[in-house]
């Protein structure tokens, strides 16, 4: 079993910045791929990033490359998201997902976090 506790959410102005952090513990955290989805209000979640165990490969998609950057810090147990450059259609909760694999631009992951909320203002 593996426990995912999701930080650094919150309120920030359009162009700005956060960084979102994930706290593993449970089980070996080093393995598989760790990632990030984001749910806004009445849509369905929405694949973020994806990060190997290694941290060689990374994933993003199309709407925040360039923006986001995913890391992991396997002595610490601990996944980030950095993101710059924020937009209003980045507002959603953000969940953090472990165990999982990447594949035709999508994460599954075995087990979630609770999420964070991310809200930017225009």
């Known amino acids: 079993q593996v426990q995912l506790v999701e930080s650094g959410g919150g309120l920030v102005q359009s162009g700005g910045s956060l960084r979102l952090s994930c706290a593993a513990s449970g089980r070996s955290f080093s393995t598989k791929t760790m990632g990030w989805v984001r749910q806004a209000p009445g849509k369905e979640r929405e694949f973020v990033a994806a990060?190997?165990?290694?941290?060689?490969?990374?994933y993003y998609a199309d709407s925040v490359k360039g923006r986001f950057t995913i890391s992991r810090d396997n002595a610490k147990n601990t996944m980030y998201l950095q993101m710059n450059s924020l937009k209003p259609e980045d507002t959603a909760v953000y969940y953090c997902a472990a165990d999982g694999y990447y594949s035709g631009s999508d994460y599954y992951p075995k087990y979630w976090g609770q999420g964070t909320q991310v809200t930017v203002s225009s």
């Open positions: 990060i190997s165990w290694s941290g060689d490969s990374r």
